[in-house]
């Protein structure tokens, strides 16, 4: 039987789902971490989801999906013929970066995990800032898909969405994960896929950004 404090986290290696993962630990939720390798370009994250899963010691499984990037070719992050965009997030630039259907992907995933072990949310990173540039980090997106799911599972009902982020802005969850002491230091955001930071793309310039608003240590190496 499942808890109604057991969920299961999509958790990318990143700042965002990685403060969202610590934090619900010291709630007292216990976690399942799902990440997802999509083919993605800067799939060092993987590397990075764990190493924060094993420091904050939850079952972790990164799921093989490789091959999904050969379905979308104009991607900055799926298809390295295509320039990662530099400088702040603009809807004009970012555009580039969104991977269709991504979150439909890997929420359907997670739901599927979810009830198959009796888990009562599925927890997702989004926040304030992911809305302009990613339509499924939209409440419209997130509501649909929760009763699409609802209406297509058996004893589905008790599933939510477990989403305290998403009023909040980059700086707020790097303020939190500073103050609870998350593993920020073993994250990873860079959409080159390099080994160290480049410092210049939108997720780089983003995260600089939100530590330094934060008045938060940023553990980050750049090039950059």
Avoid at 152 to 167: I, K, Q, S, T, Y
Wanted: hydrophobic share 45%; proline share 4%; with cysteine.
């Amino acid at each position: 039987m499942g808890s109604d404090r057991r969920a299961v986290i999509l958790l990318s290696g990143g700042l965002d789902s990685t403060v969202l993962a610590a934090a619900m630990l010291q709630d007292g939720w216990e976690l399942s971490a799902l990440s997802v390798d999509y083919g993605q370009r800067h799939r060092r994250e993987l590397d990075a989801a764990e190493a924060v899963a094993q420091a904050l010691g939850i079952p972790h499984r990164i799921l093989d999906l490789s091959w999904f990037a050969s379905l979308i070719p104009a991607s900055s992050q799926t298809d390295r013929s295509v320039p990662v965009p530099h400088g702040h997030y603009a809807q004009a630039t970012m555009k580039v970066t969104v991977v269709p259907n991504r979150n439909m992907v890997m929420l359907s995933l997670a739901a599927a995990h979810a009830l198959g072990i009796g888990a009562q949310a599925i927890a997702i990173a989004a926040h304030a800032g992911d809305h302009a540039i990613y339509p499924d980090c939209r409440e419209e997106f997130m509501r649909d898909f929760l009763a699409c799911v609802r209406s297509g599972n058996w004893d589905a009902d008790a599933l939510h969405l477990h989403r305290p982020f998403v009023a909040m802005s980059k700086a707020d969850i790097a303020r939190i994960g500073c103050d609870i002491g998350a593993p920020t230091h073993l994250t990873y955001s860079c959409y080159e896929g390099e080994q160290v930071h480049c410092g210049r793309c939108g997720t780089c310039v983003e995260r600089k950004e939100a530590f330094d608003l934060a008045g938060a240590y940023d553990p980050t190496e750049y090039r950059a």
